[in-house]
């Protein structure tokens, strides 16, 4: 069973910083994708930022230049450092991965965290 739990959510001010985080556990055999999904109230959930086993990312226009996703392959957890946050950054983050179980067989699937909420007030 894999699981990702997500923290570092909470409340900043629209020009502030928060850095989320995720870890990964279970019986994981690689890791091919790591991402951050974000829902607002009342909007489907996007994604918002990407890194691939290789390194390279990608992020929606609307953070470009304002957030960073990175990962520690040894701790097998991914981050997303968020900078001058607006008001409209306000959403529940959900990590997202693409992982390999080490059970025989096992093809890469797709596993969500819980969700943590980050709220930017004006």
């Known amino acids: 069973q894999v699981h990702l739990v997500e923290s570092g959510g909470g409340l900043v001010q629209s020009g502030g910083s928060l850095r989320l985080s995720c870890a990964a556990s279970?019986?994981?055999?690689?890791?091919?994708?790591m991402g951050w999904y974000r829902q607002a109230p009342g909007k489907q959930r996007e994604l918002a930022a990407l890194?691939?086993?290789?390194?390279?990312?990608n992020y929606v226009d609307s953070v470009k230049g304002r957030f960073t996703i990175s990962r520690d392959s040894v701790k097998k957890m991914v981050y997303l450092e968020m900078n001058s946050l607006k008001p409209e950054d306000t959403a529940v983050y959900y990590c997202?991965?693409?992982?390999?179980?080490?059970?025989?067989?096992?093809?890469?699937?797709?596993?969500w965290g819980q969700g943590t909420q980050v709220t930017v007030s004006s």
């Open positions: 997202y991965a693409v992982i390999t179980t080490d059970q025989e067989m096992a093809v890469p699937s797709a596993y």
């Open positions: 279970g019986s994981i055999s690689s890791i091919n994708v």
């Open positions: 890194i691939v086993s290789d390194g390279l990312t």
